[in-house]
């Protein structure tokens, strides 16, 4: 998992290309231009005989029947796609709509009905045209009837993925595993495969970017390689998700540099900081708990008034937050001379519990699973996780305290932690 996560630049922004449903189609669509075109190459492989047992006219009508029927079917099935993305915008949060729109399951589908469409219509235009010949037209013939298999199986399969795409229970399960790759990628290689970060030299000379935005990615490749040519020492003082301007340093460089190198590596520097409109879940373990914790907070709201999905929510922040603790880091550094901020715990806990203590305070189901999530990770993790879960705890026992009558309140007290 590490490997990705610590990719550099360009494999990145490869990444993201590949999460593009455009991709995807245009790449069914040329595969499926391709096949109906090549059956008139392999054309001379066919035995005789058996382009006059298939017989030649048999594909036509397939392949009518496959134009007419493909972009209706293509038509509904980006339909219901569509549904699925305002769906969760509107019951569950805007943020997870851009794991919906890079589901592969969905692109691949609406892909393969796309490529299926220009096959039949490449087709039907190369047979007017007469540019096969007997054989090709059996070639052709067994293309279709693959492509009508694979169809076959691609609709049923959508079928069985629509009764759960862009649901609520669905929604917050693919968050949640953004969320826990994330912070298990972390956890493997801490501080991004850097150092942990120490103080910072007065005389560093720090590093702006020029663009306004989140950091989505951090080249960390891209800045070990760079203070080694150097002989530099990088401090990274951004973690991806962390809002920038061209105000606010990025980096800050220790070493020795006359003015013109060091424009010239700041730039260098500044360009391994990949800045973004929004924040994504590669390498922001908290981006994926602010989304959970937004899902709970429009649960929790009057209109929605479902303490059922802020439950879930709890439980699904406190796997994602054990996986820091649990998983094991491979132990090997990889960055020595780019020191990186680790994650801040405190951040982490307001980050996933805060808002459903504030918009929850008045539910004592909430409450209670609250309270007993936090007892869990101060046990789990003492020293990682005591201190925070009791700040926590403590600011959830004031909210409740003042939307719960006494009764509800005892009932609280008699297993939170916030007296540890």
């Not at 499926?32 to 054309?43: D, H, R, S, Y």
């Not at 629509?162 to 968050?175: D, K």
């Not at 935005?213 to 990274?236: E, K, N, P, Q, S």
Request: aromatic share 6%; glycine share 8%.
């Amino acid at each position: 998992m590490t490997g990705g996560y610590l990719a550099g630049k360009g494999a990145y922004l490869l990444q993201r290309l590949t999460r593009q449903i455009w991709l995807r189609a245009s790449l069914f669509s040329i595969a499926g231009v391709l096949t109906a075109l090549v059956a008139a190459w392999l054309a001379p492989v066919i035995p005789d005989e058996l382009s006059l047992t298939v017989g030649g006219k048999a594909v036509d009508n397939i392949l009518t029947i496959l134009a007419s029927s493909m972009l209706a079917v293509t038509t509904f099935a980006l339909s219901a796609a569509v549904t699925a993305y305002g769906a969760a915008t509107s019951t569950v949060t805007p943020r997870a709509t851009q794991l919906l729109i890079a589901d592969r399951f969905t692109q691949n589908a609406l892909s393969t009905f796309v490529g299926t469409f220009l096959f039949s219509i490449v087709g039907i235009i190369a047979l007017t045209t007469g540019f096969y010949g007997d054989k090709g037209r059996v070639v052709l013939f067994f293309a279709s009837v693959v492509i009508v298999a694979i169809i076959a199986i691609t609709l049923l399969r959508w079928i069985q993925h629509l009764s759960t795409f862009g649901r609520v229970q669905n929604t917050i399960e693919r968050v949640e595993r953004a969320a826990l790759e994330a912070m298990t990628a972390w956890a493997e290689a801490p501080c991004l495969g850097g150092t942990c970060a120490v103080s910072v030299p007065a005389d560093a000379v720090a590093v702006c970017v020029d663009g306004t935005g989140y950091v989505g990615h951090i080249d960390m490749v891209a800045l070990c390689r760079i203070a080694t040519r150097h002989d530099l020492i990088v401090h990274v003082a951004t973690l991806p998700g962390s809002f920038v301007h061209p105000a606010r340093p990025v980096a800050r460089i220790e070493g020795r540099c006359d003015e013109s190198l060091s424009a010239a590596v700041s730039v260098s520097i500044a360009d391994a900081f990949s800045i973004q409109p929004d924040r994504n879940f590669d390498q922001d373990p908290r981006f994926g708990l602010i989304v959970l914790a937004e899902i709970a907070s429009r649960a929790l709201s009057p209109a929605v008034n479902d303490p059922g999905t802020a439950i879930r929510v709890i439980g699904g922040a406190h796997r994602v937050l054990a996986a820091l603790v649990d998983t094991p880091a491979d132990g090997e550094r990889r960055f020595d001379r780019v020191h990186v901020p680790d994650l801040d715990v405190d951040d982490l806990f307001v980050d996933a519990f805060r808002p459903i203590a504030r918009d929850g305070a008045g539910v004592v189901e909430v409450q209670l699973r609250l309270q007993a999530t936090l007892t869990a990770l101060a046990h789990h993790a003492p020293s990682r996780f005591g201190a925070a879960a009791r700040a926590a705890s403590r600011s959830a026992m004031t909210r409740a305290e003042d939307a719960l009558d006494a009764d509800d309140v005892a009932t609280l007290r008699s297993g939170d932690i916030h007296r540890g």
